[in-house]
């Protein structure tokens, strides 16, 4: 996943408005504590991931809202250098610890030149403990597209200490591909997977999209069954979202083209689930599949509301509760004066209690874990006066209803509640709320 705000089958309700602007940093907030500085570490909390984010492309794919923009090289060199400088000054807050894990989304990363590839890599161990990474207690996913995929490239990867690819297949038919803009060849997929694991690459993913126009349960049905085929022991499945601003959205407005039937998309998410199921890969979240041990270890730590760090234009960060973005179009993220060589944010949120709650609950419940209630239950209490008694009786409905299982440590979204967790958001936020 890419930033935390990846197309999902459900989204997170918006919290309230961003305060700050761009020429304060978040992060000088919160400072780092130093492994010698003598002061107090007892409620300090090291930052254990950091995401990258690499705008070139080769096309704009038309249902895609994350930043990038079509690649002519011409400022990948200077973008490295600046991606480098502002990773060192990201460094301190790692704090000398091993990163638990590491993702370079897009965009498309896998289009970055080679010696850039190996500078930002030399980067990385330069300025970042990456010795769990190396051993394999931690996670180093890079995101590729099919197309840009070779050896050199893998082999690059491996030696930096990727141990995880996260292949866009999105789909096997090329009908399909055709209606998203994706310039690919489905054959290419099943080539670029076999070229990771030749080159040591251990983990590989692969993102599939439904409820394309047109698309048929026979045809994701095939398409479940050719990312099987491949061995992964990662499978994503988003349904199609059209978010504004977008070429899709623009598409869908002029009547080019009808969206899925709401009943047949339901029919496909329930049928993901149990074809993967059968496979061995079981629904960790509401829109992943992992064999037992094999989820996204970088994903997770967005769900739990751990800390991570960002770089390069529009990736998002989140540390002792600020949340931020860097700021989104590349000429700016190039040219604006950063201080220190961070990189000047916006949409900085300071931290705040009832949001830091709605998020730990919502995201929380996005997980197959589930969420651990009573220590929520009595933060909403403090939080708002009443807040737990309206989540309990939320709580009793949603069990009632069959759309939560409820035990004495756990809340966990049934199958039905998965379905419906658009819903079941905006209701505890409302509880939360009061």
Request: hydrophobic share 40%; net charge negative.
């Amino acid at each position: 996943m890419p930033n935390p705000t990846h197309n999902t089958l459900i989204s997170l309700p918006q919290q309230g408005a961003p305060i700050g602007n761009r020429s304060e940093h978040p992060l000088h907030r919160s400072e780092p504590v130093g492994a010698h500085s003598g002061r107090d570490r007892s409620n300090h909390q090291s930052v254990r991931s950091l995401y990258i984010h690499v705008p070139f492309c080769s096309h704009k794919c038309h249902y895609c809202d994350f930043y990038s923009l079509v690649d002519t090289q011409d400022r990948q060199r200077i973008f490295a250098d600046r991606v480098i400088r502002e990773l060192k000054a990201l460094s301190p807050w790692s704090e000398g610890l091993p990163l638990r894990t590491l993702f370079v989304g897009g965009g498309t990363p896998s289009l970055l030149r080679l010696d850039l590839w190996d500078r930002v890599l030399t980067a990385l161990a330069q300025h970042f403990d990456l010795s769990d990474i190396h051993t394999g207690a931690g996670e180093f996913t890079v995101e590729c597209n099919p197309e840009s995929v070779t050896p050199e490239l893998m082999q690059r990867l491996r030696a930096g200490g990727v141990n995880r690819v996260s292949m866009g297949a999105q789909s096997f038919e090329a009908r399909h591909l055709k209606t998203l803009e994706r310039k690919h060849d489905p054959e290419n997929v099943a080539r670029a997977v076999a070229i990771a694991r030749e080159a040591g690459i251990p983990r590989q993913s692969v993102d599939l999209i439904f409820g394309v126009p047109g698309q048929t349960l026979e045809e994701w049905d095939a398409d479940l069954g050719r990312a099987l085929a491949l061995g992964t022991e990662h499978v994503s499945c988003y349904n199609l979202t059209y978010e504004p601003n977008t070429a899709m959205t623009a598409r869908l407005k002029r009547g080019e083209f009808a969206p899925a039937d709401e009943d047949v998309e339901v029919e496909m998410y329930e049928h993901t689930r149990i074809v993967l199921a059968k496979a061995g890969l079981h629904r960790y979240e509401i829109s992943n599949y992992a064999r037992p041990g094999a989820e996204a270890r970088h994903n997770l730590a967005y769900w739990r509301q751990e800390q991570w760090l960002a770089a390069g234009p529009s990736a998002s960060g989140h540390v002792s509760h600020w949340r931020w973005k860097n700021i989104p179009r590349l000429d700016d993220y190039l040219n604006a004066p950063s201080v220190d060589g961070l990189a000047p944010v916006t949409d900085v949120e300071a931290p705040d209690e009832a949001r830091l709650l709605k998020e730990t609950f919502w995201t929380g419940l996005r997980l197959a874990e589930g969420v651990a209630h009573e220590a929520l239950l009595e933060r909403a209490e403090r939080t708002n006066a009443g807040a737990r008694e309206r989540l309990v009786r939320l709580g009793d409905r949603l069990a009632s209803e069959a759309k939560l299982i409820a035990d004495s440590s756990r809340w966990r979204l049934t199958d039905a509640g998965m379905l419906q967790a658009d819903a079941i958001a905006v209701d505890v936020m409302a509880a939360i709320d009061g």
